[in-house]
């Protein structure tokens, strides 16, 4: 079983939607969880980050965390043809010495 | 600052031969990282260093050797490539401290490489 679990899509939207982007994840030993946005033949990007459960807004962008199911999930809100890119979820135990990527999810926001 | 910094972009290699792969960082970042990326697959982190003379195994290490004797230089050693090697290889740094520093991981551009 993959440590960290996510859809690759391709998921393809119209402007203005609201995207929902989701991974599981197996080990309970996670506590930090991350958001990377990638662009085509470029390196991922940091876009969220956030600590053990909850949610975080920032901007157009929601991050929640459910430890409890081993679920966390990237909301984005009147979404933009710019948005369009991978975006990677990632996640670390207690150090920051490793980070498990998942493998992405494809979105394309149509004008 | 310049960031992030990989040599070379691109390269093709040969069954069997040898190459390095550089990266370098200007941010004074104690925490580096090596990664390869396959089509539709996330990252998987091949090998990656606390700080400098500090190295220790990824996900994905056979096949791979890293020496680390700067803060700022983290080089790559393919040894005897294989086609299985083909990928996209991204070395990233950290601060590893602060609030948001501990998280972030500054990413290069990234080195495709094929070996035929």
């Known amino acids: 079983q993959k440590e960290v679990e996510q859809d690759p899509g391709p998921l393809s939207v119209p402007e203005g939607a609201i995207v929902s982007l989701n991974c599981t994840y197996s080990n309970s030993a996670f506590q930090y969880f991350m958001w990377y946005r990638q662009y085509s033949r470029k390196g991922p990007e940091l876009l969220m980050y956030?600590?053990?459960?909850g949610n975080k807004e920032d901007g157009r962008f929601t991050a929640q965390v459910d430890k409890s199911s081993k679920y966390i999930s990237l909301f984005i809100r009147d979404s933009q043809p710019s948005d369009s890119a991978t975006y990677l979820c990632?996640?670390?135990?207690?150090?920051?010495?490793?980070?498990?990527f998942g493998s992405g999810t494809k979105l394309n926001v149509k004008p | 600052n310049a960031g992030v910094t990989q040599t070379p972009k691109f390269r093709i290699l040969k069954i069997g031969q040898s190459m390095t792969l550089q990266c370098t960082q200007d941010m004074n970042h104690n925490y580096m990282y090596w990664y390869r990326q396959d089509p539709g697959m996330g990252l998987k982190l091949i090998y990656y260093?606390?700080?400098?003379?500090?190295?220790d195994k990824g996900e994905v290490p056979n096949g791979y050797n890293v020496s680390r004797s700067t803060t700022e230089d983290f080089p790559l050693r393919l040894e005897l490539a294989a086609p299985s090697q083909t990928s996209v290889y991204f070395c990233a740094s950290s601060s590893g401290q602060g609030r948001s520093g501990a998280y972030e991981q500054y990413f290069g551009p990234g080195t495709r490489l094929t070996v035929t």
């Open positions: 260093s606390v700080g400098a003379g500090i190295t």
């Open positions: 990632a996640m670390s135990p207690y150090n920051f010495n490793k980070f498990y």
């Open positions: 956030t600590y053990s459960s």
